[in-house]
């Protein structure tokens, strides 16, 4: 199958719609809070490191997280369903919104799992999945997560190099718009518990700051 390697156009993406693919009230299956709106308290990162399945579940057990939802970010076309992101015609990333409790657990410390638990040096894939729609990227909701952004990256880019890796791909942007993807991705793993989402982890570890 085609798999988009190059970031689709503004004007040749999906026109999409107004419409949310995922209405309703809807709870974490396994935290048992609401996707939407996140726990009171709590901030939110905005993080995609391949598919979403089993980047939600590294997410969702951590201490401190108080809710993980998946969709999608960083492109152009509103409201995409999975098939239409999956064409590489919408622009947009598999994105795990992280909810947490700044209190418990820092942002730099979900940076950190975010780049021991997949390769940010692989462009538009992970692994076997092709497309722009599996390419790393943290998307930031303010300068200060922007600027912890760069600074753990180019911890973890010693680290890669040292390792033998090449450069680090990750895009770092500021959010844009996340659309929620429909209630059967939210918290796949449980639902599925056979399902078939790898970690790409690479054995490149770094503790940024240190």
């Known amino acids: 199958m085609f798999a988009q390697q190059s970031l689709v156009e503004p004007d040749r993406a999906l026109p999409g719609r107004d419409t949310p693919v995922l209405t309703g009230q809807h709870f974490h299956?396994?935290?048992?809070?609401?996707?939407?709106?996140?726990?009171?308290?709590?901030?939110?990162?905005?993080?995609?490191?391949?598919?979403?399945?089993?980047?939600?579940?590294?997410?969702w057990q951590l201490d401190g997280v108080t809710s993980t939802a998946v969709g999608y970010q960083g492109g152009y076309t509103p409201n995409p369903t999975y098939e239409e992101t999956c064409s590489g015609r919408t622009g947009h990333a598999e994105v795990v919104r992280v909810?947490?409790?700044?209190?418990?657990?820092?942002?730099?410390?979900?940076?950190?799992?975010?780049?021991?638990?997949?390769?940010?040096?692989?462009?538009?894939?992970?692994?076997?999945?092709?497309?722009?729609?599996?390419?790393s990227a943290i998307y930031t909701v303010d300068e200060a997560q922007a600027e912890t952004a760069r600074r753990v990256r180019d911890d973890f880019q010693a680290e890669f190099s040292r390792a033998g890796y090449g450069e680090i791909t990750t895009e770092i942007a500021p959010a844009g718009p996340f659309y929620l993807a429909e209630e059967y991705h939210q918290q796949y793993l449980v639902k599925n518990p056979n399902g078939y989402c790898p970690i790409h982890a690479t054995g490149v570890t770094c503790n940024p700051g240190a």
């Open 29 to 59: 299956e396994v935290l048992g809070t609401p996707l939407e709106p996140v726990p009171a308290g709590s901030e939110v990162a905005y993080l995609a490191l391949g598919c979403f399945w089993g980047a939600e579940k590294l997410y």
């Open 99 to 135: 909810a947490y409790d700044p209190s418990r657990i820092g942002y730099a410390d979900l940076l950190k799992v975010f780049f021991e638990n997949h390769d940010p040096t692989q462009g538009m894939r992970q692994g076997n999945d092709f497309g722009t729609q599996y390419r």
